[in-house]
């Protein structure tokens, strides 16, 4: 009998009794899938401020009471300052959106050209530089679900902002806008209500909703927030010192995160923490299984080495049919684990409304999340299965046809 039918009827004969390896990589495996895709969603928000640019980037904030508003001057003094390359003043104010079905409050604002926000769907490649009559929105809103937020792509929005014409009386101005993007709401830089504008909307509305002219309102009340890219990254400590000595309020992206849920992190940690027990539990359990069905077959090996199998041969065999084995278990794990997070990201939703902003409508595991798992099965099964292989050919073909 050739060797890879010996391989393939030993494989089908020992399936059933291997059903406690598969149940383990079905649950561990799936559990370990949906967890690391959870914490994993994150990363994907938090990519852009690990590129070389973010570490050159500083963030100037008014800071309330304790630091100088950005005002056109200041602006002008930071430009000068050694180790400067650029400044990109940001500029916001508040607005209600409405569309077709609901209602919300957004906040209006201009972009960064270096921190752009992750488009997850829009009506062209480039969404950026936005024209004076369009609006990216982000992918959850206030009483407004992602796959509703999505499907406002390509429409028209009413936009209102209150004109104030002195202190207490106004009206109110609405202007419509073309959705012509949705970023991921996990992108939370900016804030997780942010709507991004051209700069020239975002500085006539911010005018309006103060009630003076643009000039006297970069004079007087200054921007929202302001971004300084450094020359090189070494700069950056050297920025942040001549920074608070003027009064300013900076801190280095860097040092800035977005604002990750509670239950992602958990996730992360819980991923990682189970892929190794993952890893551990599967090596034993193989181990212990795979020892016991060689105990068992000490005859039928004796066997085959007294017919003139060689070690080697009997070796490849075995070795072969632990692969299968764990390319079944692989296979378990995959499809347990795509299914567990389909079922998890509503059950997630459900049970902590707050992580909707941060959670795609669907969060499938990635190529890297299977690969990583898939591989821990694969080796851990096979790693496995090597110890109690090793002390099976380890015996003599008489001494194991007289054991029995």
Avoid at 331 to 358: C, E
Wanted: charged share 15%.
């Amino acid at each position: 009998m050739k060797l890879s039918s010996l391989v393939l009827k030993n494989a089908k004969a020992f399936r059933a009794k291997s059903m406690t390896l598969y149940r383990l990589a079905l649950l561990l495996g799936g559990l370990v899938t949906f967890l690391l895709t959870l914490g994993g969603v994150s990363t994907q928000s938090t990519g852009t401020l690990a590129s070389s640019m973010a570490l050159r980037t500083i963030e100037l904030q008014p800071n309330g009471n304790s630091a100088k508003d950005l005002t056109s001057v200041v602006l002008n003094e930071v430009s000068k300052l050694p180790g400067v390359q650029g400044v990109y003043p940001v500029i916001s104010s508040q607005a209600a959106v409405k569309t077709r079905s609901a209602g919300f409050v957004m906040y209006p604002t201009s972009r960064v050209p270096m921190l752009d926000p992750p488009i997850i769907k829009s009506i062209r490649k480039h969404v950026f530089p936005l024209q004076s009559g369009e609006i990216v929105l982000p992918s959850f809103a206030p009483g407004a679900s992602e796959p509703s937020m999505l499907s406002l792509v390509g429409t028209t929005v009413a936009v209102s902002i209150a004109h104030q014409v002195e202190p207490g009386v106004g009206n109110i101005e609405t202007k419509s806008m073309k959705v012509v993007g949705i970023y991921s709401g996990s992108w939370q830089l900016q804030g997780h209500e942010a709507a991004f504008v051209s700069t020239s909307v975002a500085l006539q509305w911010a005018a309006l909703t103060s009630g003076t002219s643009l000039q006297r309102l970069l004079a007087t009340q200054g921007y929202t927030s302001v971004y300084l890219l450094a020359k090189n990254s070494n700069d950056v400590n050297i920025l942040l010192g001549d920074l608070e000595q003027r009064g300013l309020y900076a801190t280095s992206l860097v040092g800035s995160q977005v604002n990750e849920p509670g239950v992602l992190k958990l996730a992360n940690l819980l991923g990682k923490v189970l892929a190794i027990i993952l890893a551990t539990v599967l090596f034993a359990v193989t181990a212990a299984l795979l020892g016991t069905q060689l105990r068992g077959r000490t005859r039928e090996l004796s066997t085959l080495r007294a017919l003139g199998y060689s070690t080697s041969e009997l070796s490849c065999i075995l070795v072969s049919e632990f692969a299968i084995r764990a390319l079944e278990c692989t296979v378990l794990a995959t499809v347990a684990g795509v299914a567990t997070t389909v079922v998890g990201n509503f059950l997630v939703r459900y049970l902590d409304p707050s992580i909707q902003s941060s959670l795609p409508y669907i969060a499938l595991p990635s190529a890297v999340t299977v690969l990583v798992v898939g591989s821990i099965v694969s080796v851990a099964t096979v790693l496995g299965g090597l110890l109690p292989l090793r002390r099976s050919l380890a015996l003599e073909p008489v001494d194991g046809l007289r054991d029995l």
